[in-house]
């Protein structure tokens, strides 16, 4: 029988005791991977067919309370009532039920997102790493890290990554269990190090990340090359962010995230996030390097553009995308 | 000693007797490849890394006129003489350096073109292949067709495709000198078949398709499953050619050109000669085809879009795209 989220939540939890509080708060960041997560080798634990590599957005992120009580499932989103029959909330109940203390018992959910939801930035790690981090309070499990990462894993892949800050590696794993599949921060931090979000779109996109991965490993006959470059890229990267060479990482984080897309592209039927617009600014990224300013970018399964650049040519990278938010990781 | 251009020249000529004339006209039609011709294994010799599937233009194409004399090569495109340093003089007289029949012979050309140049469609291959087409009359050779398309792939690796009309294979061949790497027609032909141009931009591009090509041979990491992605779209194509299935056939070469875009997104610097307005128009294509059209895309190392349909649907796709030059390649 295959192994379901349950199994895997009570194999963590199993001898822990629970000592229950009247609520928890907790906080998680959001992550943008330089060496992306890209397809699963298991849909229902989240297990992925690569490694991959991020940065922990600091202080951007998600935020929740938690508490027992009441008698159904309530969650409010940046003080809104988001209702139940709502994907998101589905989702987020479907997961609770992994962690009910008994049958009957439900939980009031009072999350803020301080990374703009609309925009497009995926909040899926951070809201699904704050409710485990918010969990082990709340119940006070005393879990280690790693738990807590193959927990929100569960709920989201990439949330196993939110777990922590700074630089953060997700390690594929190989048991069928998943249970060495988890998240480790890097040791090594880097302050001069700048995130700038550009928002190229807020409409809705075309297919939801979770399709496309799926389409993508299906049907693309360039999946097949992918893990080869996740491979190479990951080990670049590490070099990279170990000696701070700044355009060997963001040269890297470029290449996989365009081969990245690339993969999808040639998947059947094409799977384009790119806009008309998101073309425009990655040829102004690659202007902007031509002239000399080393900026690089990264983008996800959407439209929107991460640049990445050095505290030193912030007010360059600002000139020329005046609408980009630039973040800090390290502050 | 690798094998040179001259070598190839000497051996195919080999026992021939020239029988001059005084001069000598020939047509060759533009060809745009259902399954692409997409890296080299040999530069000098034009020698591809896989085969390659076509369909002709018909009366899209290249006309000239040669003859021997002057002092100098000459060459007029489209009634207008074409300074001799610029690259297309350059690269048309190196190619007739193989073929002069003393040192200091030259040749006079005239050639037209029936697709538009400037409109960014490639017109190398109709213009090699009427080179080779009009030296073979001009000297008498009288070479068959295999002769022909051998002599075309050393100008340009797809006028080995423009020596015929219709449906053309061109062999990619194993053979170090490339005797076995020539094209061939399929014996059906597809009266309802319909191709119709659209322009995107007549901007320069940004790289060139043969530095591309090599740029994307030596480093992208998706590169490696290009061959077999050909190989299997070059069968899925015979089968629906045979079928008259237009759906297979169109799928498969749109999914073919989305593949090799995205070996190209893949490279490093990444190739992206995808404009805007491309973007625009692939999902205008996608559109059309939601609502029951069966249209679909191909496109070359450029921004510009081919759409494939049938007859039928001729009128619905004009609607859609009213700047679209429609041609019917059995015609």
Redesign the interface.
Same mark, same amino acid.
């Given at each position: 029988m295959p192994v379901t989220r349950k199994d895997i939540v009570d194999q963590v939890l199993r001898g822990r005791k629970a000592n229950l509080t009247a609520e928890a708060t907790a906080y998680a960041p959001a992550n943008i991977a330089l060496c992306k997560y890209w397809g699963k080798r298991d849909g229902e634990l989240n297990l992925p067919v690569t490694s991959s590599l991020s940065i922990s957005l600091g202080k951007f992120g998600s935020k929740a309370r938690f508490a027992i009580g009441g008698n159904r499932d309530s969650v409010t989103l940046n003080g809104r009532v988001i209702d139940s029959t709502q994907p998101f909330a589905q989702r987020l109940f479907a997961f609770l039920d992994l962690f009910r203390p008994a049958p009957g018992a439900h939980f009031q959910v009072n999350a803020e997102n301080t990374i703009p939801t609309a925009a497009g930035f995926a909040s899926s790690a951070s809201g699904f790493a704050v409710v485990v981090l918010a969990l082990n309070k709340l119940f006070g499990w005393q879990l280690d890290e790693r738990s807590l990462s193959i927990l929100a894993r569960l709920g989201s892949g990439s949330a196993s990554r939110s777990i922590y800050t700074g630089f953060v590696e997700w390690h594929a794993g190989t048991s069928a269990d998943g249970m060495d599949s988890y998240a480790e921060p890097l040791a090594e931090t880097w302050p001069e190090l700048r995130l700038g979000l550009l928002v190229v779109s807020g409409a809705e996109k075309p297919i939801g990340s979770r399709a496309a991965m799926k389409r993508t490993v299906e049907t693309s006959?360039?999946? #097949?090359? $992918?893990p080869?470059?996740v491979a190479?890229d990951l080990a670049e990267l590490k070099a990279a962010i170990r000696a701070k060479d700044f355009e060997r990482l963001g040269?890297t984080a470029?290449?996989n995230a365009?081969?990245m897309?690339?993969?999808m592209? #040639?998947a $059947?039927?094409?799977v384009?996030y790119?806009?008309?617009?998101s073309?425009?600014e990655?040829?102004r990224v690659?202007a902007l390097r031509e002239k000399g300013v080393p900026v690089y970018l990264t983008m996800d399964a959407g439209p929107n553009i991460k640049l990445l650049f050095l505290d030193k040519d912030a007010d360059a990278v600002q000139r020329t995308f005046p609408t980009a938010q630039i973040i800090a990781p390290f502050a």
């Open positions: 006959p360039l999946y #097949a090359a $992918w080869g470059k190479a040269r470029e290449s365009m081969a897309h690339a993969t592209i #040639a $059947w039927p094409p384009i790119w806009l008309p617009e073309l425009i990655i040829r690659a």
